[in-house]
């Protein structure tokens, strides 16, 4: 017996270490407030288990009458509905903010005039960019948010239903687009993969600064000159953004070293290089036919 118990309590021990485990999960997750909370993880903080979409009919109901609504729930597949002259508003709530509360809050823009999501609200809000974001998009599908919180019985309105004016939004971000565009343009090669995160990025900027190290590979040195004649900026050298460079002579800039330019740009040098070798080797013949 005193074999079976301590086999017991050992077993007992390890889902206790589990479930702490769980919970520091669930809580560095539920900072980012999308799909908050995880509703696949289901009894691990304590009370969540217990959390029932009907908790929170109450406080979205006394939020709506308080400002002259009538309030029915359950009406043709809507969770709640609230009327006032002849403005029809419909309510989804839900133990979290998942695609299908979104998709079910697009469904109802059929029939409703405005519409709301309500959600348990969040121990912690941080107005970051994770919820800025929220926000955008929700204001982008022109559905309203709700917090419920259901310990003090009340709902706080954290986004009012609006319409959305896209190509006005689209004109304040005018300026961001011609950055893309003009990023996208200078790029002459492809040398990031989609979806890194925490990793360089081989913008323009740094493109061209590899094409400044490479020209002084195949040429030992240049001056702004060499760079503004390929289309570079010849400050390039001068800014040194990446400390690749230095200074040595008057206008004249070399690499501070072979190994200055970091070994996972080798193969975009040795490419950039051919590309000014094979350019070099044109120039001199043309030269040797006018000769």
Excluded at 60 to 68: I, L, S
Excluded at 98 to 109: A, H, K
Excluded at 244 to 261: I, Q
Aim: hydrophobic share 40%.
């Amino acid at each position: 017996m005193a074999a079976l118990w301590m086999t017991l309590w050992g077993a007992s021990s390890e889902r206790n270490k589990i479930d702490l485990l769980l919970q520091k999960r669930v809580l560095t997750r539920q900072s980012s407030f999308l799909f908050w909370p995880i509703p696949c993880i289901i009894g691990v903080i304590k009370g969540w288990d217990s959390l029932k979409e009907t908790d929170l009919y109450m406080p979205v109901k006394t939020y709506f009458e308080d400002r002259g609504f009538l309030v029915r729930s359950e009406v043709r597949d809507i969770d709640v509905v609230a009327v006032k002259e002849n403005l029809l508003v419909g309510i989804e709530l839900k133990k979290g903010l998942t695609v299908e509360l979104l998709t079910q809050g697009t469904l109802r823009q059929k029939t409703c005039d405005l519409v709301y999501l309500a959600v348990p609200k969040p121990k912690r809000v941080v107005k970051n960019r994770a919820f800025m974001n929220l926000l955008y998009m929700l204001k982008r599908l022109e559905l309203g948010l709700l917090y419920v919180d259901v310990e003090k019985g009340e709902a706080v309105e954290v986004l009012e239903p609006s319409l959305y004016d896209l190509q006005k939004g689209k004109r304040s971000s005018l300026k961001e687009k011609v950055r893309i565009l003009k990023e996208t343009e200078k790029r002459s090669v492809d040398g990031n993969k989609g979806g890194s995160r925490g990793k360089k990025l081989l913008t323009a900027y740094r493109e061209d600064a590899l094409r400044a190290a490479a020209l002084i590979r195949v040429k030992g040195h240049i001056s702004p000159k060499d760079l503004k004649e390929r289309g570079l900026k010849g400050t390039l050298l001068s800014k040194n953004y990446y400390q690749w460079f230095e200074k040595v002579g008057h206008g004249k800039y070399a690499l501070k070293s072979a190994g200055a330019v970091e070994k996972v740009y080798e193969s975009l040098l040795l490419g950039f290089m051919m590309e000014y070798e094979k350019e070099d080797s044109l120039q001199k013949e043309t030269v040797d036919t006018e000769s």
